[in-house]
C-alpha cells in the first residue's frame, strides 16, 4: 500500500493536537492534514474533563501568576470563550460559574486587598467579598460545622457570575475535530489507534510509523503530552530537558457545598497551584478538591505500568536532574509539601489529612463529605531543564527548524490551547511558504 502523505501531520488527539488541526484547518491553505491519536477516541488523557480541574485559567485568581503571565494568559483564555461563543457552546460544555480567590488570616487578607490592586486595570469585573458579603454568595466558607463563624479574617476577590470559567476540555477538543473537518477542500483525516513509534527524517520530509501504517509528511507537530518529549529524544532532540510527571488527583463531595470555584493563595516556595474547589460540570456541580501534586514514575495515568520504561528514558537521568531533585529536597517546606502529597495518596490517611487541607476553604468538612476520586486526575507533564538546573513550571516546545515541532503542555495548556496553535500555525506556515489568514483568526477570536 503506498504510504499516505500530508502537508501536516499533528500527533496526540488531545485538546492541544484538537486545537492545531483545527486552526490549520480553518485558517490557512494547508491542504491535507492528519491527526494521528494512539488511542480509539480524543482526548481520553489529560484533556479529559475528569483529568483537570475545567477551569479557564484567565489570571483573574490564580495567585501564582504575576501581572505579566496574567496578561498573556487572558489573551489565550479569551480564545477558548470566543471559540466556544462563536459555535454556541455555551451551557453545553463552557459555563460561567461565580469564582474567587480567598485570603484567610491578616497576612493572606492584606496580600489579596494588594492584589485586588494590581490586577484591578487588567480585570476590571473583581470585587472584594468582604465576610459579611462571603457569608451570603459563599456560606461554606465562614461557618464552621457547629454553625459558629470562623475567627481568622477572611477575604474574597472575585466575581459573582457573567465570566466563562469552566469548560470541559475533553468536549471542546471533539468540536474542534468536529469543526476542522466540516472545512471544504481540505483533507482533514483523523486516525485512532495510530500510536506513532517511530519517526525518520528523510530529506526535506518526516516518514511516520503509526498503528503498522507509514505515514509522510511535510511538517510535524507532536502534542503527545509527557509522550512528546519520549518522541524528541529517541530523535535526538531537546535532550537537554528531562520529563517529571506529576499526577493530580481529586477529592470529591457527595453534594455541593460551594456555589462556584474557590482559590486559595499561592505559597510562594510550592511550585504547584494550591488546593482549590471546583465545581465539577460531570457531576452535577458537586464540589471537587484537588488537584494535589505526585511525582509519578509512569507517563500515563491508569494505563496499567506499561509507561514506565518510557518514564525512564524520558528522565534522561544524570547529574543535572540529580541536582534539580537536590535542591527540591533541601527546602524544609518543600519536602513537607512532598511527603504529605504522597501521604494524599495512602489508603486511610489519605482522606484524614486531606480533609484537614480543604477545611481551610471550607471548615465545616467532614471525612464522610469527600471521597478520594477513583480514576480522576491527570499527569502534567514537569519539564526539567538540565542546562540550567531548573523545574520548568510552564509549557515548553522543541523546535530544532526542520519541519517538525514538540509540545509539552503542563497546566494551563487546555486554556492555552489555541493560543499555542496559533503559534504553531505561524511556524508551519513560514517553513512551508504557506498562508496563515491571521487577520480572520484574530476577528474570530481575538479581538
Ligand atoms: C490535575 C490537573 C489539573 C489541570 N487543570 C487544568 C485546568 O483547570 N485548566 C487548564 O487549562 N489546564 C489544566 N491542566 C492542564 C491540562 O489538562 C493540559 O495542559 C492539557 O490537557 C494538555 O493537553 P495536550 O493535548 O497537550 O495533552 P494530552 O491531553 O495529554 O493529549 C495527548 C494525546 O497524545 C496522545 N499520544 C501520546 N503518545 C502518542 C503517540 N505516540 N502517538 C499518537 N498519539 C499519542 C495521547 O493518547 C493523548 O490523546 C490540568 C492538568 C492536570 C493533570
Redesign the pocket.
Known amino acids: 500500500m503506498a504510504n499516505k502523505h500530508y502537508e501536516v501531520i499533528v500527533?496526540?488527539?488531545?485538546?492541544?493536537?484538537a486545537a492545531l488541526f483545527y486552526e490549520l484547518a480553518k485558517y490557512t491553505d494547508v491542504k491535507s492534514i492528519a491527526l494521528?491519536?494512539?488511542?480509539d477516541a480524543?482526548?481520553?488523557?489529560?484533556?479529559n474533563g475528569t483529568?483537570?480541574?475545567?477551569?479557564?485559567?484567565c489570571g483573574d485568581i490564580e495567585t501564582n501568576y504575576t501581572v505579566e503571565k496574567a496578561k498573556s494568559v487572558k489573551r489565550t483564555a479569551k480564545m477558548v470563550e470566543k471559540y466556544c461563543l462563536q459555535y454556541g457552546y455555551e451551557n453545553k460544555f463552557m459555563f460561567a460559574h461565580q469564582k474567587m480567590a480567598i485570603g484567610v488570616g491578616d497576612d493572606e487578607v492584606n496580600y489579596m486587598r494588594k492584589r485586588h490592586e494590581d490586577f484591578k486595570e487588567l480585570f476590571p469585573y473583581l470585587e472584594i467579598f468582604e465576610k459579611e458579603k462571603l457569608k451570603e454568595i459563599e456560606p461554606k466558607l465562614i461557618f464552621d460545622e457547629h454553625g459558629n463563624e470562623r475567627p481568622e479574617k477572611i477575604l474574597g476577590v472575585g466575581v459573582e457570575g457573567g465570566q466563562w470559567s469552566t469548560v470541559d476540555?475533553g468536549k471542546m477538543s471533539e468540536s474542534l475535530v468536529e469543526n476542522a473537518q466540516k472545512v471544504e477542500n481540505t483533507i482533514t483525516d483523523v486516525f485512532f489507534n495510530?500510536?506513532?513509534?517511530s519517526i525518520k527524517q528523510i530529506g526535506k520530509k518526516h516518514e511516520l510509523v503509526?498503528g503498522g501504517e507509514t505515514y509522510t509528511a511535510d511538517f510535524v507537530v507532536v502534542?503527545?503530552?509527557a509522550?512528546s518529549l519520549y518522541?524528541a529524544h529517541r530523535m535526538g532532540h531537546g535532550t537537554n530537558y528531562g520529563c517529571l510527571p506529576m499526577?493530580?488527583s481529586f477529592y470529591v463531595t457527595t453534594k455541593k457545598i460551594l456555589n462556584g470555584k474557590v482559590y486559595m493563595v499561592q505559597h510562594p516556595k510550592l511550585p504547584f497551584a494550591a488546593l482549590h474547589g471546583d465545581p465539577d460540570i460531570l457531576l452535577n456541580g458537586f464540589t471537587r478538591f484537588?488537584?494535589t501534586a505526585l511525582a509519578l514514575p509512569k507517563l500515563e495515568r491508569y494505563h496499567g505500568n506499561s509507561t514506565v520504561i518510557d518514564f525512564i528514558r524520558t528522565l534522561r537521568f544524570d547529574a543535572n536532574i540529580a541536582k534539580i531533585f537536590k535542591d527540591l529536597l533541601v527546602d524544609s517546606d518543600i519536602r513537607s509539601y512532598i511527603l504529605r502529597n504522597f501521604m494524599f495518596e495512602v489508603p486511610y490517611i489519605n482522606k484524614r489529612l486531606f480533609v484537614k487541607d480543604a477545611r481551610k476553604i471550607v471548615p465545616s468538612l467532614q471525612l464522610e463529605d469527600i471521597e478520594y476520586a477513583d480514576g480522576f486526575?491527570?499527569?502534567?507533564p514537569q519539564v526539567l531543564d538540565k542546562e540550567n538546573q531548573k523545574l520548568m513550571l510552564g509549557e515548553a516546545s522543541v523546535n530544532p527548524g526542520t519541519g517538525i515541532i514538540f509540545?509539552m503542555?503542563?497546566?494551563?495548556?487546555?486554556?492555552?490551547?489555541l493560543g499555542n496553535a496559533e503559534r504553531d500555525t505561524k511556524l508551519v506556515c513560514e517553513h512551508l511558504g504557506k498562508v496563515f489568514d491571521h487577520e480572520k483568526f484574530c476577528k474570530d477570536l481575538v479581538d
Open positions: 500527533i496526540g488527539g488531545g485538546i492541544s493536537g494521528l491519536e494512539k488511542y480524543l482526548s481520553t488523557l489529560n484533556s483529568s483537570n480541574s475545567q477551569t479557564i485559567h476540555f495510530a500510536q506513532v513509534t503509526a502534542n503527545a503530552g509522550h518522541l499526577a493530580g484537588g488537584p486526575g491527570g499527569v502534567r509540545n503542555t503542563p497546566s494551563p495548556g487546555a486554556t492555552s490551547c
